[in-house]
């Protein structure tokens, strides 16, 4: 697939952040990287599996962990590259995109990629077409 620079150097930073994955259990290594927009960094993460999994931090939270550490604030993403070692590539699960839905527009563009290449582009919207935004407004008890 065809992406710009600035996607091709996040993609080569998720697989190299993939490599880095800690996931001695099920061998399913994960990286991540994401731009937020107005800055030109990139920031990325892998994902850390332990013992007890509800304990594991999959890539996409540790990546947003690292733009929130390094930018503070509230910045909103511009993309997100997903780098696994698995056939078929992995999406975002369910929790990672409710955390990365506080930092996006439903037209975020996520780019999923197996370890070689990035063989899809999806809109966020694609993925979790009914994002919690904000809490809802209490109508009665």
Same mark, same amino acid.
């Given at each position: ?9 996040? &993609?080569? !930073? ?8 800690? #996931? /001695? ?7 991540? =990287? ?8 990139? &920031? =990325?993460? #892998? ?6 999994? @509800?304990?594991?931090?999959? #890539?996409?939270? *540790?990546?947003? *962990? /690292?733009? $929130? ?9 511009? +993309? ?9 590539? !992995?999406?975002?699960? @369910? ?6 839905? %506080? &930092?996006?527009?439903? %037209?975020?563009? $996520?780019? $999923? *990629?197996?370890?070689?290449? $990035?063989?899809?582009?999806?809109? +966020?919207?694609? !993925? ?5 935004? %904000?809490?809802?407004?209490?109508? /009665?008890?």
């Amino acid at each position: 697939m065809k992406v710009s620079d600035e996607v091709q150097k996040a &993609f080569e !930073l998720a697989q190299k952040s993939r490599k880095n994955a800690y #996931a /001695d259990y099920s061998k399913v290594k994960v990286g991540a =990287a994401m731009k937020a927009k107005g800055n030109p960094e990139l &920031f =990325a993460g #892998a994902n850390v599996e332990v013992v007890v999994n @509800g304990a594991s931090v999959c #890539a996409e939270r *540790s990546a947003v *962990s /690292d733009m $929130i550490t390094t930018l503070g604030g509230k910045p909103e993403l511009e +993309f997100v590259v997903v780098c696994s070692n698995t056939q078929p590539a !992995l999406y975002p699960c @369910g929790v990672c995109l409710q955390v990365m839905s %506080e &930092f996006c527009s439903p %037209e975020l563009d $996520i780019y $999923i *990629s197996n370890k070689d290449e $990035i063989v899809e582009k999806v809109k +966020f919207s694609d !993925l979790l077409p009914n994002q919690y935004s %904000e809490l809802p407004k209490v109508l /009665d008890e």
